[in-house]
């Protein structure tokens, strides 16, 4: 089973980009974040004769995420993050596919930080934490995979001097990300290569792809009952250099069915 993540920075705008990609690569499963479309405008009929079944929950101009199963069912479990009613944000969904429970998120940027955004980020960080430790605690195979705004070390941000006051590098953000992944998770990517430089986004600015000077900040984490049947994993990052894509990369993992 392949699974893939990826921020699509404007699902309409980049559906070219997304539909060439599925048909090149053909992931089972698509988690996708930043849709920047309203629940009624996210292009399900491309994607149904792309040949997925999807589920998505939308918001005008920002955020928004969708999962994509190919010939598989989805089974919604929830399209929000729990521990704030009033968070109205489409920053998460979850769902059931092939027994697998698949967590998608987009976690705040949090930028400028210190601040009420970097408040904002810290506090989503800490309920992801408690709904993450519920899911370890089912004992169920779950995926969490997404945008999450974070580099968790030196070696996952080019010139990494530059971003010590950025609120993806801050202290206080990696210590979170770390936090999380000791309760028990497998980053699926730093545990294929652990030594080696991979980044996932390049921003527009100052030819950024064309130098490799990127950032690390999409993950999959893996439950135990996951980790073990990871195969191989990597980042399509020929799609960014396409014309009109994203700044950031596909990225995926191959599960041993």
């Given at each position: 089973m392949k699974i893939a993540t990826y921020n699509v920075n404007g699902?309409?705008?980049?559906?070219?980009?997304?539909?060439?990609?599925?048909?090149?690569?053909?992931?089972?499963?698509?988690?996708?974040?930043?849709?920047?479309a309203p629940q009624e405008k996210f292009p399900e009929q491309a994607i149904r004769d792309a040949g997925y079944n999807a589920l998505w929950h939308g918001q005008k101009s920002w955020n928004g995420v969708a999962i994509l199963a190919r010939n598989a069912d989805i089974d919604e479990v929830t399209r929000a993050l729990p521990g704030d009613p009033e968070d109205e944000h489409s920053r998460y969904i979850e769902a059931v596919i092939n027994g697998i429970t698949v967590g998608c998120l987009y976690l705040p940027n949090g930028n400028p930080a210190p601040g009420p955004k970097f408040d904002y980020k810290l506090r989503w960080f800490e309920r992801l934490g408690f709904h993450a430790a519920g899911l370890l605690a089912s004992g169920k195979p779950v995926v969490l995979t997404g945008d999450y705004n974070v580099m968790?070390?030196?070696?996952?941000?080019?010139?990494p001097e530059r971003w010590l006051t950025d609120a993806l590098f801050r202290p206080e953000t990696r210590l979170a990300f770390k936090t999380l992944i000791d309760q028990g998770?497998?980053?699926?990517?730093?545990?294929?290569?652990?030594?080696?430089?991979?980044?996932?986004f390049y921003d527009y600015f100052r030819n950024a792809y064309g130098r490799d000077a990127g950032l690390r900040i999409d993950h999959f984490l893996l439950s135990p009952q996951l980790d073990g049947r990871l195969l191989a994993g990597g980042v399509d990052r020929n799609v960014r250099g396409w014309e009109k894509t994203s700044d950031h990369c596909p990225v995926w993992i191959q599960l041993a069915d």
């Open positions: 699902v309409n705008g980049r559906l070219p980009v997304l539909l060439r990609w599925l048909e090149e690569t053909a992931p089972d499963i698509v988690c996708l974040q930043e849709l920047k968790p070390t030196e070696l996952d941000v080019y010139k998770w497998t980053d699926a990517i730093r545990k294929l290569y652990p030594n080696e430089k991979i980044y996932t």
